[in-house]
């Protein structure tokens, strides 16, 4: 298979975790006979720092032009310590969601037995937990009216919502909840924002076509609390972009660090693979950042291209290098290996095609189809 990848590596670690990534992918097209070609683009602070620009034209294009977007974060101090800066990094980011109208963001949780040791909760609490957060991406709070006033004493920020936004997403996923445990919840709060009761009426109304798919309502204060004392409960979790963004950085401690997480943010254009963390400033250039979520966000594009053997050998490798101690400083302060290294592991034991040495997770033992 020949396939055009567009790489955007971004700010801070999002350059060395995505270069870990590109090493895998290159060692599952040795290893399966594929070609994938990489045009790398700019977008965040780096961006702003070559162009003026946190998304230049040439970076939607390379994106348009390509079968999928490998990304790695944005963000730096620079911007975060300057609240009047009028050009921001993240601005290049939401742009991009926007133009490419991904409005889907979907992360899965998964818990490693590898590392249970690392979650607060008792393993007891983490059995059974695999769960799905569809994140709504292109609409909500971060998209609304954003307004100060010229005195500077008091600040706006407009949440909408349309039908039409609620209900793509919401179809998608129910149906995805229909090959799964044909669960979802609807996390919003409803109870207070407008918005929220519009996402429980379009639920409500759009249920009735997947009878074999049971919902429930939580609010999101509940749900925040629930994803700790009872996460097994949940198998798709539907939510606005807000919402979304922080519950699933919250669910990530489920499976022992921020750094393990990818997405998969789709639409009506070309899917971006991206780990759901930001730019992790205080690691940049040292080497130490995690470079699994983004890997595994490259097996959720491999998924994507519906390369399911291929998806499989990442998930694998990762768990082998997770049941043998091959860990970055996050999940191991003490005997820990560099970015780099994990990614070189990553790669190696999918090109010596060593899939049958592992096998125990069954949760990774499955593709995300999307
Ligand atoms: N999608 C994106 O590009 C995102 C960008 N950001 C941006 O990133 C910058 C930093 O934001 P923060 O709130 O500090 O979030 P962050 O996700 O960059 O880091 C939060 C904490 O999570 C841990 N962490 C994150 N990624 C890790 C990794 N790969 N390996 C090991 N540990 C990891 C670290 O303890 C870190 O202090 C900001 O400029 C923010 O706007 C934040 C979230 C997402
Ligand atoms: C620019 C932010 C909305 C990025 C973020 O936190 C995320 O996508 O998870
Ligand atoms: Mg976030």
């Known amino acids: 298979m020949n396939k055009k990848i567009a790489v955007i590596p971004g700010d801070g670690i999002g350059p060395e975790v995505t270069n870990q990534s590109v090493k895998v992918l290159d060692a599952v097209a040795k290893r399966f006979g594929h ?20 998304l230049p034209d ?4 390379t994106c348009l032009q390509s079968d999928a977007i490998l990304f790695g974060a944005i963000g730096d101090p620079k911007y975060d310590n300057n609240p009047a800066a009028s050009v921001r990094p993240e601005q290049g980011l939401l742009k991009l969601r926007k133009v490419l109208q991904l409005f889907a963001n979907i992360r899965p949780i998964d818990t490693y037995k590898a590392l249970q040791h690392m979650s607060p909760l008792k393993a007891k609490q983490l059995e059974n937990v695999d769960f799905v957060i569809f994140r709504e991406l292109t609409g909500g709070i971060y998209f609304g009216k954003k307004e100060l006033q010229a005195d500077g ?25 229909q090959k799964r445990r044909k669960k979802l ?16 009426k379009v639920v409500q109304q759009l249920s009735a076509n997947y009878p074999d798919v049971s919902v429930d309502y939580m609010f999101v204060d509940n749900a925040a609390m629930q994803i700790i004392l009872n996460p097994a409960q949940f ?23 921020l750094g393990l997480l990818p997405s998969a943010s789709i639409g009506n254009t070309v899917a971006l693979f991206e780990p759901i963390h930001g730019s992790y400033p205080q690691a940049a250039g040292k080497d130490i950042a995690n470079p699994l979520g983004s890997i595994l966000s490259a097996a959720m594009l491999l998924d994507h291209f519906g390369l399911q053997q ?5 998930r694998k490798a990762v768990e082998w290098t997770l049941l043998n101690g091959f860990v970055s400083k ?5 005997n820990n290996y560099s970015t780099t290294a994990i990614g070189d592991l990553v790669a190696d034991h999918i090109d010596r095609n060593k899939d049958s040495d592992v096998g125990v997770n069954t949760s990774l033992n499955k593709s995300t189809i999307i």
């Open 35 to 54: 070609q994938f070609d990489y045009r790398y683009a700019v977008m965040g602070a780096v961006a702003i720092d070559q162009t003026g620009n946190p």
């Open 58 to 61: 040439a970076t939607v294009d």
């Open 185 to 200: 919840t609807l996390v919003d709060k409803a109870n207070v924002l407008e918005t929220s009761r519009l996402w429980r």
């Open 235 to 257: 198998d798709v979790v539907l939510t606005e972009n807000m919402f979304g963004d922080i519950i699933s950085d919250e669910a990530s401690v489920l499976s022992g660090s």
């Open 310 to 314: 291929e998806a499989m050998a990442v």
């Open 153 to 177: 004493t008091v600040a706006v920020d407009e949440c909408t919502y349309s039908v039409e936004e609620i209900e793509r997403i919401t179809k998608l996923a129910f149906e995805y909840a």
């Open 330 to 334: 996050d999940i191991d302060p003490v």
